[in-house]
Nanobody
Framework: VQLQASGGGLVQAGGSLRLSCAAS????????MGWYRQAPGNKRELVAS?????RTNYADSVKGRFTISRDKNMLYLQLSSLKSEDTAVYYC???????????????????WGRGTLVTVSS
């Protein structure tokens, strides 16, 4: 499976962006997906995830500001009320459970797309 993220750019604080991720190849293997981000000097962190059934999960830092959605082989992340601390490279990923008790909040990535840079100017 191949994942390709796009939609990043430079935006002022308070602004909005919509990121997209196109899945191709063996897309039938994908059930759950998510967006991660990595800021300079920081670890990659989960921003939001969505199950095949539409259940969603968000990091506390983005709740109420970001919205994850999917449609067929596309994954989206609507970023609103952006802050300077949202500046990072954003990656989309295919997710899967690590064990029987895992939830969409704890699934692990098994495929990554190339990142797209979001820069928020204050």
């Amino acid at each position: 499976v191949q994942l390709q993220a796009s939609g990043g750019g430079l935006v002022q604080a308070g602004g909005s962006l919509r990121l997209s991720c196109a899945a191709s190849g063996t897309t039938f293997t994908i059930d759950d997906m998510g967006w991660y981000r990595q800021a300079p000097g920081n670890k990659r962190e989960l921003v939001a995830s969505i199950s095949s059934g539409g259940r969603t999960n968000y990091a506390d830092s983005v709740k109420g500001r970001f919205t994850i959605s999917r449609d067929k082989n596309m994954l989206y992340l609507q970023l609103s009320s952006l802050k300077s601390e949202d500046t990072a490279v954003y990656y989309c990923a295919a997710l899967g459970p690590n064990g029987p008790d895992d939830t969409i909040a704890t699934y692990r990535p098994w495929a990554w797309g190339r990142g797209t840079l979001v820069t928020v100017s204050s």
